[in-house]
């Protein structure tokens, strides 16, 4: 199955779900899991517009670094222009299995909904625990997708449009297994969270107004779902919305872990 090419496009309309309010909010209660202090080096991994980097880089300040890595060129360039004010961040096109620092640089390591992109997660978290100092810290974000829950009143279609939408994914239930992956490449689980977003209406404010466009243009396009079948499937849950039905949640999980020291 095809996945997500995180072009100039995708890269724009992310962007426009990443800075709706329930997005920033969950930014923010990440942020406050890493509880980042000023001075240090931090690294985020796949960066997609920059918009925690750039959190990141006001609380390490400019006696801090931050670094960010993403595989999409497009990804980088935003996250440059969304930078270019703070010169203590610095960006490169990289992967997360490969990832282009000495062994030791940072002091935190943080990754939002990136891991279940990739397919060599022992290889992405050795490479974690290798940049790592020792006693430094990471903080991964992911979603489970089994975790949405959204009403409709046909729950056969519902499932057929999810099941194809998995396949944008390397794992679309990467945190159940994240806290072995972590102990498996040598760091201590210390920390585990759930951040849930709720969206009890549907406005073009909120994420999940974002990511129905987004899953309809993927499953249609992918050949699992057809194209008027995810037609229907938007419509009823833009018609719930228009008649105050409408009810969407979904949650993200959060993992800290230690290198030992
Ligand atoms: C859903 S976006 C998340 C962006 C950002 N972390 C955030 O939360 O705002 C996923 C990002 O992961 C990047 N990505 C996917 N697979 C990757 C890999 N193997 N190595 C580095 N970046 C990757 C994509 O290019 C994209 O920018």
Known sequence: MSQIEFDENVARALERMYMTPDVVGQRSDFLRAVA?????????????????????????????????VDASDAMVGISEKRCADLGWTDFHQADATALPFDDASFDVVTSSQVYEYVADMEGALTEVHRVLRPGGRVFILDTDWDSVVWRTRDRARMRRVMDAWDGHLHDPHLPARLGALLEGAGLQVTHREVIPIVNPSLHPHC???????????????????????AQAWADELRALGESGEYFFSINRYVFGALRAG
């Open 36 to 68: 980042l202090r000023e001075g240090e080096r931090a690294l985020d991994v796949g960066v997609g517009p920059g918009l925690l980097v750039h959190d990141m880089a006001k609380i390490v300040g400019e006696k801090g670094r931050v670094a960010g």
């Open 207 to 229: 994420y999940s107004f974002g990511i129905l466009a987004a899953i309809q243009g993927f499953v249609a396009a992918s050949g699992e779902v057809e194209a008027d079948e």
